[in-house]
């Protein structure tokens, strides 16, 4: 497929990301950057999340467990990247 | 290697956090879900470059936001019409006694410039931290910092700052305090 080299890429970076995360979270777990930048407004730090909890609380569309469930039958048996 | 139950099980669960993301980026909630269904795709074709047992909330909010930026490059900025509800409604009031409306803080949030907005957001709301989302946003710990500081100035500005609070005790007392912020 095509999109290796482009994609790969992306999914390299992924899991440097992932792997540094791991390390930073370790370390400042603690830091709770929330408090320390929005804390201070904390009406700020409120409606953000007020409005992100719209969306994260709605029901998830049916197109993404019918999406999941035809990338599994396409995988098939037969199939290798 | 066929992706595994575990994988798909936790993409699934994932995908609530994605769409309040691509929502926030492209602040139109048609989409934002398609570009989960392309976070989705994508994810499913690399599951191989994840590690089990590391952050895969991360490592899709990685790939959703490459999505989002190179399809924007892509089509150019008229992609960013948002829908109607989030821009048109309204003004911008100055707050009545500190009181912020929702839909005022949408349209202030949608002000800001785009690193801001997507900084503020994955420190604000989605819960990662410093460290996290410079890797997410491929910069500088330092930067996301700076970001999510100038955001939370603009968005100061817009919400409790404008109008006849320009020239009000507001401003200044903000100029005195501001002299002393992280």
């Known amino acids: 497929m095509d999109t290796v080299g482009q994609g790969g890429q992306a999914a390299e970076l992924g899991v440097n990301t992932v792997k540094s995360m791991n390390d930073a979270k370790d370390a400042g777990a603690a830091a709770q950057p929330t408090a320390e930048l929005l804390g201070p407004n904390s009406e700020i730090a409120r409606k953000l999340k007020q409005l992100y909890d719209e969306v994260l609380t709605s029901e998830v569309p049916d197109r993404f467990t019918r999406l999941l469930a035809e990338l599994e039958q396409a995988e098939g048996p037969r199939r290798e990247d | ?182």
């Open chain 2, 1 to 182: 290697m066929a992706v595994t139950p575990e994988f798909k099980r936790d993409l699934l669960a994932t995908i609530p956090s994605l769409r309040a993301f691509a929502v926030s980026l492209s602040q139109n909630a048609d989409k934002a879900d398609d570009l989960v269904q392309e976070t989705l795709v994508k994810a499913w074709d690399k599951h191989e470059s994840f590690q089990m047992g590391t952050n895969l909330k991360a490592w899709l909010f990685t790939i959703l936001r490459n999505e989002f930026y190179s399809q924007m490059r892509k089509r150019g900025r008229e992609v960013q019409d948002s829908d109607g509800i989030m821009t048109e409604r309204l003004a911008v009031h100055p707050s009545q006694e500190g009181k912020l409306d929702l839909a005022d803080f949408r349209q202030a949030l949608e002000k800001l410039p785009e690193d801001q907005r997507e900084a503020i957001i994955l420190i604000g709301a989605s819960g990662f931290s410093y460290e996290e989302a410079a890797m997410i946003c491929n910069c500088a710990v330092g930067t996301i910092k700076s970001r999510v500081s100038r955001a939370r100035t603009r968005l100061q500005e817009l919400l409790q700052i404008s109008g006849e609070a320009d020239y009000g005790p507001d401003a200044i007392s903000s100029q005195v305090l501001g002299s002393n912020a992280a």
